[in-house]
């Protein structure tokens, strides 16, 4: 499954965001966040999940933000792949998901009606009046 999103800082400027979730509906670990920043560096956080028990685990939009918030404070990974740590502050600006183009579903299927064959007694009339 991938999710891309974006975002905008003063500083850093726009920046496109790709989260990597395996499994069905991306719930499976790992997970790898790709952050492009506006001059084509890209950084990458990956997650493991290290928590034991009935806990909750971390959303993918709160991984995402997580991620972004240690990019901001310089801990991107350059070259290599860094551990999201939970414990940062998750990033609070606005967040934009951006959804790939899918072309409109096809228009729904009619079927054609049925051609009533005309009944005898108005066959019959026609024929009388002509």
């Known amino acids: 499954m991938l999710m891309n999103f974006s975002f905008s800082t003063p500083h850093k400027g726009a ?5 990597w ?20 560096a890209t950084a990458t956080f990956v997650h493991h999940s290290r928590k034991v028990g009935p806990g909750s685990e971390l959303t993918n939009r709160t991984l995402v933000r997580i991620a972004i918030a240690q990019y901001l404070a310089g801990g991107g990974g350059l070259g290599g792949e860094v551990e999201i740590d939970d414990a940062v502050a998750p990033f609070s600006g606005t967040l934009t998901q951006i959804r790939p183009f899918a072309p ?3 228009p729904p ?6 051609i009533m064959p005309r009944s005898g007694a108005r066959a019959g009339c026609a024929e009388e009046a002509a």
């Open 15 to 19: 920046c496109l965001v790709k989260l």
């Open 21 to 40: 979730a395996s499994g069905r509906y991306g719930f499976s670990l790992p997970k790898k966040v790709e952050i492009t920043g506006p001059d084509g």
């Open 104 to 106: 409109p579903p096809p």
């Open 109 to 114: 299927r009619v079927r054609p009606s049925r």
